[in-house]
């Protein structure tokens, strides 16, 4: 049985943030979970497909957010519980439909679980999703721990219900992908049927429903003004207090704790940033004369704080104010305890406590250790060979021809191990929009072929209306949909060419070949692998005109792998001439898969065994066919 | 040779100066240099600061007189035709392979009769419309296959990276059907300090050639017009026609000249040779008379070939007339003078031809 499902009201178990968010949605009886995959949300989901069966609950992987989001919101006005959760590109994908729902309001419990990825260690972007609570109108909470990663998403669901609003719940990488403590609560007895009654309507009443939701917010906001989630730890003499949120609070506790100045310095945890509490804020600011934010990215609780303030100031009096704007904080990257400890020593004047001067020196040493390495593809990545073809064909093709790129594993591929083919990345969908804007250049003397490259799933999810675009405008591109089979790089979610649903059941599936013919243009599927046919194919469709696809179809290794035995590969050594060969080590080198390694004893190539998902695309290219199949050497 | 070049020199020198004759005798030697219908590309630079791709090149430095020597042991006294033993007019014996060829099947005749005596156990041959009128270079083992090969196309393919891929399978004792530019690759390659795939090619037989035509620009043209996957065979009529046709299943269509020339490869305009000097036997038209050829027997390798072949029964032979052989040298040395001019226009340099380096006697010819 999984931690999950335990029955045990009262018991502490270790659990991953995005666990906690989905330990907090079964607690409060969620009926419906949709989403899209995206790092650091991807694990609740997940964590409620393992559970859907045992408690009911319907969940599915969407073919983007904002139909996700749709699709929960039509649980919620059936009178359900709903759940979506998605990274913070996915909630501007959202942004439509949010800034719609929330005058038309919802019914059921409605959640979104934004999860933000402070430092973008696996994002296109670093965006605090925050502001959409100030932008909406919606109340936002934002948990500091695991506890409350469970607690505040089950209290979200009464919230929503209350208020007929959907609330977002903020988490970042740090609380979402790490794991601590959590008491677990009763699993409710669920009873609940849909059935849809009512209007929501946005629009016809836009205004009258604009005010409405203001009043809603207020009345939020009397909610949170008694929230457990909001509190304050030191002494209430303090005239120092450090004011946090999210994962803030925790950084904030060992900063004050590693500079001995629990006694001098009080911390003012708010758990529901949007609105502010404000009464409970101004009550614990009365005797403070210095207050410093702590936050992770946009100073949003910052900006909002010195609003009140100002607005407080004949009750308050002069309040020096410390954070991102007086440079105590970057507003950008993750937070960690350093920096927090860094801000508190600056402002009173301490020597921040660093780590053991010993401890420092030996980590130093240990990081001469660690070879430099470029992110780069896996073993037997089907990316690595479309990329090599396409560089053939571009470069084949000698008009300087280039790669608009999207989101996807495929990105790295802007770096060494996609022989820096993609100079463009932006969102989803926006490597074939802008080839679209390329490929109608021409009246300008523009004559450079344009490659849009987008994955299977970010097809579905994205980009769709840009190829129909380019269709009936007739838009110069390529567009190559690097079909690796799933969602690969969030861990391989099924998408809807996938043919199973969330819970790994069979489901119908929606060809990629075959909506490209709907909308007519030329469409190709070809083997990767068989790489000198795909850049033979993609060279001759770059002496096209108008919008064209290729696909290279090839199911991501590290499933194919596990899934079948794979053929051994190995060098002979005896053919490979090492340094006399001309190859310049192309293989290690250039093509540079991890696979393939440098024999310094023998001065020649070898494959390592333990990393060879057995591929075999090296031995096609080795200029002295001295890559070889195990057992089928000659 | 000149040392320390390497493929950037060759992209810089011949690719990117529109130089590249698409021979393939850079191709699959290595993986950087790949070659997609007729267009040659370094993918990647190597890094190497020496490369076989660029000593092999039929655009980088080709001193005549060393070639000479390196293939007949001597240097050439006719300066129009290059080196030769004999220049007669032949004809394949066999009706059918006649009937199937441009003109006299001779190349036919001979390769289909060295591949069935065992001269040579693989031939390296142009199938002149394979996809969408682009020639397809193919390993060819038996005698009886000569049909598809019949004919010219006036695109070139890459002839020797088809050679250098058997080379790398471990064949030897080739033949190899080739024009000009590819015969003086190969040579460089055979004459070259490496150990390379030429070395295994025992008959070359060089085809005349006056020029090719870029497959882009070509078939770009003809697309509107024809359907190129029905072409079966292009003709250019000797003048004053100055035509060029295009037979189809569906019928005949006809191009002045003057349209087509604009696809000629600019490489082409550099040529020095037009009757393939290097090659062991070559073969071309006879203008004016359709089912004949011209054979110029080069190499005393060439000579015993041949004397067989005729002594099987393989040719029909009879005399080339005086005028013309006059006619034929005369051919060759416009070309010449041509290339010679063109290379000066490019250059501005009175003193060096850019890859060409002449005897002597042949700059107080041509220059």
């Known amino acids: 049985m999984v931690t999950l499902e335990l029955n045990q009201p009262g018991k502490t178990v270790l659990m991953m943030g995005d666990e906690a968010i989905a330990r907090g949605a079964i607690e409060a009886g969620v009926d419906f979970c949709a989403s899209y995959p995206g790092t650091p949300a991807t694990e609740i989901t997940e964590s409620l ?17 904002i139909v996700a989001f749709e699709a929960a919101t039509a649980a919620s006005l059936a009178g359900l519980r709903a759940l979506v959760a998605m990274k913070q590109m996915g909630v501007n994908v959202c942004a439509d439909f949010l800034m719609t729902v929330n005058l038309a309001g919802t019914n059921g419990g409605l959640v979104l679980a934004a999860c933000d990825d402070p430092s973008a260690i696996s994002s296109s972007n670093e965006q605090d999703s925050r502001s959409y609570a100030r932008y909406a109108d919606l109340p936002l909470l934002e948990p500091a721990d695991f506890q409350e990663a469970k607690d505040m998403t089950k209290w979200a669901f009464e919230l929503s219900e209350k208020l007929g609003l959907p609330c977002i719940l903020r988490s970042v990488t740090r609380l979402s992908h790490s794991r601590g403590n959590v008491k677990l609560g009763e699993l409710p007895e669920k009873k609940r049927t849909a059935k849809f009654e009512g209007v929501y309507i946005s629009g016809a009443f836009a205004v009258a429903q604009h005010a409405a939701l203001h009043q809603k917010l207020e009345q939020a906001r009397e909610e949170f003004e008694s929230s457990p989630f909001n509190f304050y730890v030191g002494s209430r003499k303090a005239k120092f207090v450090i004011v946090t949120s999210g994962s803030g609070w925790l950084y904030s506790r060992e900063a004050v704790a590693a500079l001995g100045l629990e006694n001098k310095v009080g911390i003012l945890k708010i758990g529901t940033t949007w609105p502010l509490p404000e009464k409970f804020i101004i009550d614990h600011l009365k005797n403070v004369t210095e207050i410093l934010i702590i936050e992770e990215v946009d100073p949003f609780l910052e900006q909002n704080l010195k609003i009140l303030l100002a607005e407080q100031a004949k009750t308050l009096g002069p309040i020096e104010v410390y954070g991102a704007k007086s440079g105590h904080r970057p507003p950008f990257g993750e937070l960690n305890q350093d920096r927090v400890t860094t801000a508190l020593a600056s402002i009173k004047g301490l020597q921040p406590k660093t780590r053991d001067v010993k401890y420092v020196e030996k980590a130093k040493e240990a990081l001469a250790y660690i070879p430099p390495r470029m992110p780069t593809f896996c073993t037997g990545c089907p990316h690595r060979a479309s990329l090599w073809a396409i560089k053939s064909a571009l470069k084949l093709d000698g008009r300087d021809g280039f790669v608009t790129g999207d989101i996807g594993c495929y990105s790295i591929g802007a770096g060494p191990a996609g022989f820096f083919q993609l100079k463009t990345i932006h969102c989803m969908g926006a490597g074939i929009g802008l080839a679209n804007g390329f490929g109608k250049l021409d009246r300008f003397a523009f004559n450079q072929p344009v490659i849009a490259v987008c994955g299977d799933s970010t097809f579905y999810h994205a980009a769709i209306p840009a190829l129909i675009n380019a269709r009936v405008n007739n838009s110069n591109v390529l567009m190559v949909i690097l079909d690796n089979g799933g969602t690969a790089m969030t861990g391989f979610q099924p998408h809807p060419g996938s043919g199973c649903d969330a819970l790994g059941r069979p489901a119908p599936t929606v060809e990629i070949e075959n909506i490209c013919k709907a909308i007519g243009v030329e469409v190709r599927v070809r083997d990767p692998f068989e790489i000198s046919q795909a850049v033979q194919e993609l060279y001759d469709m770059l002496q096209e005109n108008g919008p064209r696809v290729m696909v290279f179809r090839r199911r991501c290794f590290r499933i194919e792998a596990k899934e079948k035995l794979q053929e051994k590969y190995y060098v002979d050594q005896s053919k490979c001439i090492g340094d006399d060969c001309g190859c310049a080590r192309f293989c290690s080198r250039v093509f540079n898969c991890p696979g393939i390694i440098w024999d310094q004893e023998a001065q020649k190539a070898k494959i390592d065994e333990m990393v060879c998902t057995g591929c075999g695309v090296c031995a096609t290219l080795c200029p002295r066919g001295a890559i070889m199949v195990r057992g089928a050497a000659s | 040779m000149e040392a320390g070049k390497s493929s950037s020199d060759l992209e810089q020198e011949v690719f990117s100066q529109d130089l590249c004759t698409s021979c393939g005798a850079c191709v699959n030697i290595c993986p950087y240099i790949k070659v997609v219908k007729d267009k040659v590309a370094v993918i990647e630079p190597c890094g190497l600061t020496e490369g076989k791709c660029y000593d092999f090149c039929p655009r980088t430095l080709t001193d005549i007189a060393a070639l000479d020597k390196s293939v007949f042991g001597k240097t050439r006294t006719d300066y129009s035709l290059g080196p030769y033993i004999s220049v007669e007019m032949a004809q394949a014996k066999d009706s059918e392979v006649r009937c199937r060829a441009q003109y006299g099947g001779v190349v036919s005749a001979l390769i289909k009769y060295a591949l069935d005596t065992g001269e040579i156990s693989n031939a390296v041959l142009t199938r002149p419309f394979d996809v969408a009128m682009m020639p397809a270079s193919t390993l060819v083992e038996e005698g009886n296959q000569m049909a598809e090969f019949a004919g010219s196309n006036y695109v070139s393919s890459a002839t020797l990276a088809k050679m250098n ?115 062991d036997v070559s073969v071309g038209m006879v203008e004016g008379i359709e089912d004949w050829n011209t054979l110029i027997v080069r190499t005393p390798a060439g000579k015993k070939f041949i004397d067989k072949a005729k002594k099987a029964g393989v040719l029909n032979t009879r005399p080339l007339e005086q005028a013309r052989l006059n006619h034929l040298k005369e051919a060759s040395s416009i070309k010449k003078k041509r290339a010679v001019d063109a290379i000066q226009k490019r250059t501005n340099d009175k003193k060096n031809l850019l890859y060409l380096r002449l005897s002597a006697q042949e700059k107080k010819k041509y220059v």
């Not at chain 2, 033949?175 to 150990?195: E, T």
Request: aromatic share 10%.
């Open chain 1, 49 to 65: 497909a393992r559970v859907a069966d045992r408690f009911n609950i319907y969940v599915e992987w969407s073919t983007n957010e």
């Open chain 2, 165 to 279: 891929e058997a080379a790398k399978q471990g064949k030897d004792s080739l033949g190899l059907v080739g024009i000009p530019c590819q015969v003086i690759a190969l040579r460089k390659m055979q004459s070259s300090k490496h150990d390379t795939g030429a070395k295994g090619v025992k008959l070359v037989i060089g085809l005349f050639c006056t020029w090719a035509l870029s497959y882009k620009g070509f078939s770009e043209f003809l697309k509107g017009k024809v359907d190129l996957s029905k072409v079966r065979r292009i003709d250019i009529p000797p003048p004053p026609a100055n035509i060029m046709v295009v037979e189809t299943a569906a019928g005949d269509l006809r191009f002045s000249l003057d349209e087509v020339r604009k696809f000629i490869k600019p490489t082409c305009g550099v040529c020095y040779d037009m009757t393939s000097e290097f090659a």
